[in-house]
């Protein structure tokens, strides 16, 4: 029997999002986000609270990264969360990530995670803190592919537990999908 526990935001999973940005004088601002997730084929919505150094810099660049937290990176994917750019301007560097400029937009790729959309700024919406980016790039690290697509195995994303305020790894395969369900057709 299932127990009726109120409005509550628990959805799984929620990705560990690691938005890249540029700062008014060039240096790299990077957070952790976890309200967010693809809304067209080619769009990503992402919740930003408009405090945030990182709703300043994308409203002054137009542009953005989304990386992916991993479970090798968590310590420095949840510093970038803790530590705010408005008072930590050289939170990237101090959290022994690095980065690179991205070749499609303006904002900064980090090198150590696999995985990484490149975003034109769409519309920026300070009612609900609502950042739409057009992905215009998607690039990945070979070593973390397997026959030319991402593979979660070798990348180990993780999500963030909102229920435990923990951070859980993903990847196990459990079933093919759109497979398993036809033996039920």
């Known amino acids: 029997m299932k127990k009726n526990l109120g409005k509550k935001n ?90 690179a400029k991205s070749e499609f937009v303006d904002a900064p790729v980090i090198n150590e995670l696999p995985l990484v959309l490149e975003c034109k700024l769409v519309s920026m919406n300070d009612e609900n803190c609502n950042v739409v980016g057009k992905i215009v790039n998607c690039a990945a690290e070979e070593s973390a592919m397997t026959d030319g697509k991402p593979d979660a195995g070798k990348m180990k994303p993780i999500c963030f537990d909102t229920c435990g305020h923990v951070y859980r790894i993903m990847g196990e395969v459990v079933a093919d999908a759109f497979s398993v369900g036809k033996s039920l057709a």
């Open 10 to 99: 628990w959805i799984y999973p929620m990705p560990v999002l690691m938005i890249g940005t540029y700062g008014e004088d060039g240096t790299p601002d990077v957070m952790a986000a976890a309200w967010g997730g693809i809304t067209l084929e080619d769009e990503i919505t992402i919740c930003i609270d408009t405090s945030h150094k990182t709703w300043a810099n994308i409203a002054a660049r137009k542009a953005f990264t989304v990386a992916f937290g991993t479970a090798d990176r968590v310590a420095a994917c949840d510093y970038l969360g803790l530590a705010t750019g408005n008072r930590t301007p050289d939170k990237v560097a101090k959290s022994g990530l690095t980065v």
